[in-house]
């Protein structure tokens, strides 16, 4: 059967012996970095332990990523994160969270309307009463960011504390998203290009071409090797928001 995935597995791993692999951000930084290699594909029924373990079923694009490519390792950025099994005592938590429609527009309306609600100071009249009102307002801040990625797998790592979601509940379910609480600024939507948004196989296919293309650059320098400090400083490959 010929699926998106055929042959992908394949032209990832082929990347390793290119002329230029390691102009591809992410993939041997500093000797660290994903260096194309993937981790092997899962089995339908280690999929379905994994969305019963999760509480939800996981996109088709991803589910047939993780069958017929491989159980994380490279891609974009640092690379893909492979899909765990949650420890026991955390699955109802994080199975709750998954089950939630991923709404981020109502989620970042409940922030905004949080930070108008900041305690000032001038509004008590003891510092006591202050500081207890200000830890009673600190308090709800967790809640509601952890809100923002509610419906959400975290993917992938962009580096400088970003991160790829993966939306698994509510409308926008198969596309991906940045994660960039890190600098405030909430999630944003990765787009296709055409005004709409990308899905995970898109992200992951458009990742795949540019790495294909830089890799296949001939190497710079003396030594006939792209210093690892310099690899990815082309064109699509920084880990900007």
Request: proline letters at 7%; hydrophobic letters at 35%; one cysteine or more.
């Amino acid at each position: 059967m010929t699926t998106m995935w055929a042959g992908v597995r394949e032209r990832v791993l082929a990347l390793r012996a290119a002329p230029g692999a390691r102009r591809v951000f992410g993939a041997f930084f500093k000797g660290h970095g994903h260096g194309f290699e993937l981790s092997p594909p899962l089995t339908g029924a280690e999929v379905a332990e994994i969305e019963t373990a999760l509480g939800t079923s996981l996109p088709g694009e991803y589910r047939g990523f993780l069958m017929e490519v491989g159980a994380g390792g490279a891609g974009p950025d640092y690379g893909l994160f492979p899909p765990a099994l949650p420890p026991e005592e955390n699955r109802a938590a994080l199975a709750g969270r998954l089950r939630r429609p991923f709404r981020p527009d109502h989620a970042q309306r409940a922030l905004d309307e949080y930070d108008e609600r900041e305690p000032s100071r001038d509004a008590y009249p003891d510092e006591e009463g202050y500081r207890r009102a200000f830890g009673a307002w600190d308090d709800e801040f967790d809640e509601l960011d952890e809100a923002l990625v509610a419906g959400t797998l975290c993917v992938s790592d962009r580096g400088c504390g970003y991160h790829t979601l993966l939306v698994v509940t509510g409308p926008e379910r198969g596309t991906v998203w940045e994660d960039v609480r890190a600098v405030g600024m909430g999630v944003v939507p990765l787009g296709d290009g055409d005004g709409g948004r990308m899905t995970f196989a898109e992200w992951y296919l458009e990742w795949l071409s540019h790495a294909e293309r830089r890799a296949a650059e001939k190497p710079q320098g003396a030594a006939g090797e792209e210093p690892e400090s310099a690899a990815g400083a082309g064109e699509g490959d920084a880990a900007t928001p």
